[in-house]
C-alpha cells in the first residue's frame, strides 16, 4: 500500500512538473520561433542560448505589483486564474506517457490514472476550464475582460461539439473505448488512427486551436478591441497563471491529439527496433524509447501550434463562429457517417 | 450623386468553394512563413555583433586634441550656431598661465555639452569647427536610462590622452582643402601650415 501511495505520489509530481517545465520552455520555444520565423534571433541573453529566459520571464511576472480592482469581488477575481491553472493541469493526469516498466521487480504504469472513462473525464476537464475564464473576466468589473470572456466561452462551446463529435468518430474507431490508455495501444497493433480519420484529425485539430485560445481563435484576447481581453484587469502572477495555463492546455492537447491520431508511445516499426535490441517487453527503455517518441510528436504539434499563429491573422468573430458552426460541424457529422460505414465494412461494428 | 471620379466599386467577391476550405491558403501561408526559417537572419546580435559602418559614419561626436594632448576646441561658438537642432551648448573660459599643455587656444570650453537625443547627427557641427576640435566617430551613442544622461559633457566627448581616436579618414585632404577655400575668413590662419601640426600663434 505504501509503495503504491510513494509510486502515484512520485508520477504526479513527475507529470505536475513536467507539465509546468514543458509549458516554461514553450514559451521560450515560441519566441525563439517566431524570431526565426520572422528572421530575427529571438531570446539569447539569459544563460546559454537563452535557456534562462524562462526563469527570468517568471521571476519578472512575480516582482510585478499585484492589482485588485476595488470594484471586483475578490474571492472570484482570485479564483478565475487559479481553477484555469488547475483544470490546466488536471488534464495530465490520464494521458498515458510510456508503456508499462518493471522498475525494482514490479509492472508500474506510466501513467496517474488509467480511468475507463478517460475522454469524458478530459472533455470535462476541459470545459471546467471555460469557467475560470468567464470567473475572471466577470469579476474583473470591466467591459473588456468581460466580454473577451463571454467570447471565450462561447468559442468554446461552439467548437467543443464540433470536436466532441470528431471524437466520438474516432471512439468507434479505436473499438469503443474511452480509455487513452486502451486507445493507444490498440494502434500499436495495427495503423496509427490517423490514417483511418483524417477528416477527423483536421476537425480536432482546428477544434483544438480554438479551444486553446491560440491563434487564429485567440479572439478572448483580441488586443485590437479588447485591450486585454479577459485578463486586461489581472497583472503579476494570476496574469502569468492565465499566460501559463494557455501553454499547459497547448502542450495537454498535443499529448492528446499526438495519443489519438499519432499512436502515442508508439511509432512505426516500433517491435523490430525492440527485437533488434534485445529488449523484453516491460524493459524500461522500451518505455523511455517510447517516452521519446511520444515527446518528439508533441514537440511537432507544440510547433505546429506556433507555426499557426505566427502565420495567420486573427479570425473575424462572426468568421469564427460561422467555421465553428456552418463548416466545422456538418463536417463532423459527415465524418461520423463515413466512419460508421468505413468501420462497418472493416467489421468493427455490426448491426 | 457621384462628386469625383476616383471612386471605385468595392469588390465583395464571394469566396469560391475551394477558398473557403481556408486549408490550402493556411498551407500556402504556412510554406512562406516556414521558408524564413532558413532564410538569413535581419538582425545581429548587437553589443557583440555591430554592422559594418562607414568609416565617415556620424555618431558620437569627440573633442580632438592636438599631438600635445591640448584641446583644440576654443569655444567659438560656432558649431552650437550651425546645429541646426540647437543640441550644443557651452561656457568659455579663460586660459591661465601654465595650462597651455591643457588648452591650445587661450580661451576654451569650461562646460561643453551635446544632447545627444536632440543631435540628429548631421555633422553641421564639424563643418562649422575652424579648429578641427569637434569631429563626429562611428562610435554608436549609448543607451541610457535617464533623460539627463544623454546631454553628454566634456566628460564622454574629451579624447581621451591615452586613447586617441583616428579621425583622418574624416580628416580628408578635400575637407581640409575645403576649409582653406580662401573667402571663408577662418581658413586665413591655415595659411601655409601643416594641418595635423598644432596650430600655434
Ligand atoms: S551633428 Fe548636427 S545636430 Fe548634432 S550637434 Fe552637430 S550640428 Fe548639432
Ligand atoms: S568645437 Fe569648434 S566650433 Fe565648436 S566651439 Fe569649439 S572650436 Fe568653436
Redesign the interface.
Known amino acids: 500500500m505504501l509503495t503504491f501511495i510513494i509510486y502515484k505520489l512520485i508520477i504526479c509530481v513527475a507529470v505536475f512538473g513536467l507539465s509546468l517545465a514543458v509549458a516554461a520552455y514553450s514559451t521560450l520555444w515560441e519566441r525563439k520561433l517566431s524570431a526565426l520565423l520572422q528572421d530575427r534571433v529571438g531570446p539569447d541573453r539569459a544563460g546559454p542560448f537563452g535557456l534562462l529566459q524562462p526563469l527570468a520571464d517568471g521571476g519578472k511576472m512575480f516582482f510585478k505589483e499585484e492589482i485588485i480592482p476595488n470594484v471586483s469581488n475578490k474571492f472570484l477575481f482570485i479564483l478565475g486564474p487559479s481553477l484555469v491553472m488547475l483544470t490546466a493541469l488536471m488534464t495530465g493526469a490520464v494521458i498515458p506517457w510510456a508503456k508499462d516498466a518493471y522498475v525494482a521487480g514490479k509492472l508500474y504504469s506510466m501513467q496517474i490514472t488509467d480511468i475507463n472513462i478517460g475522454i469524458l473525464y478530459l472533455f470535462g476537464v476541459v470545459s471546467v476550464g471555460v469557467y475560470g475564464i468567464m470567473i475572471g473576466g466577470w469579476a474583473s468589473n470591466n467591459k473588456y475582460a468581460l466580454l473577451g470572456s463571454m467570447r471565450a466561452s462561447s468559442q468554446m462551446i461552439s467548437y467543443e461539439i464540433a470536436m466532441g463529435i470528431a471524437v466520438i468518430a474516432l471512439i468507434i474507431t479505436s473499438g469503443g473505448t474511452l480509455s487513452l490508455r486502451e486507445i493507444v495501444e490498440q494502434q500499436d497493433a495495427g495503423f496509427a488512427n490517423i490514417v483511418w480519420q483524417p477528416l477527423g484529425f483536421i476537425i480536432f485539430f482546428v477544434c483544438a486551436l480554438a479551444e486553446t485560445n491560440r491563434a487564429p481563435f485567440d479572439l478572448p484576447e483580441c488586443e485590437a478591441e479588447l485591450v486585454g481581453g479577459y485578463h486586461t484587469e489581472y497583472s503579476s502572477m494570476k496574469l502569468g497563471l492565465f499566460l501559463f495555463a494557455e501553454y499547459i492546455n497547448m502542450f495537454i492537447s498535443s499529448a492528446v491529439m499526438a495519443a489519438f491520431y499519432f499512436g502515442g508511445y508508439n511509432f512505426p516499426f516500433a517491435h523490430e527496433l525492440y527485437d533488434a535490441m534485445g529488449l523484453a517487453d516491460g524493459s524500461k527503455w522500451i518505455a523511455l524509447i517510447g517516452f521519446g517518441a511520444y515527446f518528439t510528436k508533441i514537440f511537432l504539434f507544440i510547433s505546429v501550434f506556433m507555426w499557426i499563429r505566427w502565420t495567420l491573422p486573427r479570425f473575424r468573430y462572426d468568421q469564427l463562429m460561422n467555421l465553428g458552426w456552418r463548416i466545422l460541424l456538418p463536417l463532423s457529422l459527415l465524418n461520423l457517417a463515413i466512419t460508421v460505414v468505413v468501420e462497418f465494412f472493416r467489421g468493427h461494428i455490426t448491426f | 450623386m457621384q462628386l469625383t471620379n476616383r471612386s471605385k466599386v468595392v469588390s465583395n467577391k464571394v469566396q469560391t468553394a475551394m477558398e473557403?476550405l481556408?486549408?490550402p491558403g493556411?498551407l500556402k501561408?504556412?510554406l512562406?512563413?516556414?521558408s524564413?526559417?532558413f532564410?538569413?537572419?535581419?538582425?545581429?546580435?548587437y553589443p557583440e555583433e555591430t554592422r559594418p559602418v562607414a568609416a565617415v559614419y556620424r555618431g558620437w561626436h569627440v573633442l580632438k586634441r592636438d599631438e600635445n594632448g591640448a584641446e583644440r576646441c576654443t569655444a567659438c561658438g560656432l558649431c552650437a550656431v550651425a546645429c541646426p537642432a540647437e543640441a550644443i551648448t557651452m561656457e568659455s573660459a579663460e586660459r591661465k598661465k601654465g595650462e597651455e599643455g591643457l588648452y591650445r587656444e587661450e580661451k576654451y570650453a569650461k562646460i561643453y555639452e551635446i544632447n545627444m537625443l536632440r543631435c540628429i547627427f548631421c555633422g553641421l557641427c564639424e563643418e562649422a569647427c575652424p579648429k578641427e576640435a569637434i569631429f563626429l566617430t562611428d562610435r554608436l551613442v549609448d543607451t541610457e536610462y535617464e533623460r539627463e544622461d544623454f546631454v553628454y559633457g566634456k566628460s564622454k566627448l574629451t579624447e581621451k590622452i591615452d586613447k586617441r581616436i583616428d579621425v583622418s579618414k574624416r580628416q580628408t585632404l578635400e575637407v581640409a582643402e575645403f576649409k582653406k577655400l580662401p573667402g571663408l575668413k577662418h581658413n586665413e590662419m591655415w595659411e601655409g601650415k601643416n594641418l595635423n601640426k598644432g596650430n600655434k600663434h
Open positions: 473557403q481556408y486549408l493556411i501561408g504556412m512562406i512563413t516556414g524564413h526559417l532564410k538569413r537572419r535581419a538582425t545581429v546580435k
